[in-house]
């Protein structure tokens, strides 16, 4: 009796993984399973790093989760249709011995069924069976689509990442780093920190925006860390536009807007603990460098103001195990410390 009710709890498994594939690969957001798979696979990550002090290994978040969520969505897919098949005897026969498979000759068909391989070695005999076989195959096309569909955007968004992190990197890297060179090496000066950055700043929040799981992937090499240098020029916006004296650069308030949009989306993510604020910078580099600015007192006071902010940035960098103080560098780090 209660093996003919396992129809129930497979075609539940079958529906959520479903659900859970349009959620992640077709609306904005992150599945049910797709967070029950990340959330623990990245919390034991993040925890082997901190313990043995090797940020690199956060570098293989991308794969685990990658294939944790493709392990998911299979294995729940292929005992969902098991446990349908299974729940009637009968409902499957051996095509040369005729008589009933049994649990493991079940999920052996399932399996090679939802693949479409279609090896023919076990059949339904009835219609209502083969007409499950076709949906359960159907099934396992769209199982293969939708994981495509979730791995290609992954791609060509660390694409983006890559890219303004690279960029970023080269132009400071550090917040106060990044206005120092903008200001004294390049032809654009400080709109390079602003205007030239809209289209990449706005990629790249599109894609989180799209696919919030994606502030969970980490890069193995400094340069290519947006969780490093997204708050280094966070900071640096913050830092121009609470400071000069004279109009901002074009587009300040644009970037920072996209900035902003970025952190929230990892917060939403990530629903950890505020980190302690950041403490104000020391200007005094930016002041020799001839940039004129406002008093410190009026400065804090208006970082006191965009404190959520910083907080934020500053556990984004904690995420990605950098110090607030790498984020914050006045000038490129030595060639051993990268």
């Known amino acids: 009796m209660l093996r003919q009710l396992l ?23 992150e599945g049910r399973i797709s967070r029950a798979v990340h959330r623990p696979l990245y919390a034991s990550l993040t925890a082997a790093a901190r313990l043995s002090g090797r940020r690199a290994l956060m570098s293989w978040s991308t794969p685990l989760l990658i294939m944790g969520t493709l392990a998911a969505w299979t294995l729940l897919c292929w005992l969902g249709w098991t446990l349908i098949f299974w729940s009637q005897p009968g409902s499957l026969l051996g095509s040369d011995s005729g008589t009933p498979a049994n649990f493991a000759a079940t999920l052996y068909f399932v399996g090679y069924t ?22 359960a195959s159907i099934n396992g096309f769209f199982l293969l689509t939708f994981a495509i569909t979730f791995v290609v955007p992954i791609a060509q968004a660390r694409g983006d990442r890559r890219r ?14 990044l206005i120092l060179n903008a200001h004294t090496d390049h032809d654009r000066g400080l709109l390079s920190l ?17 696919s919030p799981y994606l502030h969970r992937f980490h890069d193995h090499d400094r340069q290519d860390a947006l969780d490093l240098h997204l708050p280094a020029l966070g900071e640096a916006l913050l830092i121009l536009q609470g400071t000069l004296t004279g109009p901002p650069p074009q587009g300040l308030s644009r970037a920072l807007s996209s900035i902003d949009s970025l952190t929230r989306t990892f917060e939403r993510v990530h629903h950890a603990r505020d980190p302690q604020t950041p ?26 103001t965009h404190a959520a902010l910083r907080r934020r940035l500053h556990a984004m960098a904690q995420a990605g195990q950098w110090r607030w103080d790498q984020v914050a560098a006045q000038q490129p780090p030595a060639p051993d410390a990268a």
């Not at 602003?194 to 799209?210: E, I, K, R, S, Y």
């Not at 403490?279 to 006191?304: N, Q, V, W």
Request: charged share 15%; aromatic share 4%; with cysteine.
């Open 194 to 210: 602003t205007t030239d950055l809209h289209d990449m700043l706005n990629d790249v929040d599109a894609a989180h925006l799209n």
């Open 279 to 304: 403490p104000p910078p020391d200007l005094t580099r930016l002041r020799d460098a001839g940039l004129i600015l406002k008093p410190d007192a009026d400065f804090h006071e208006y970082l006191r």
């Open 164 to 177: 303004l992190a690279l960029h970023l990197h080269r132009a400071g890297p550090g917040a106060q780093a």
């Open 7 to 29: 129809w129930i709890p497979g075609t539940l498994m079958v529906l959520a993984v479903l659900g859970d594939l349009i959620v992640t690969c077709l609306q904005s957001g």
């Open 114 to 135: 939802i693949s479409t391989l279609g090896l023919g070695e076990i059949t339904a005999p009835l219609p209502f069976w083969r007409l499950l076989t076709a949906v």
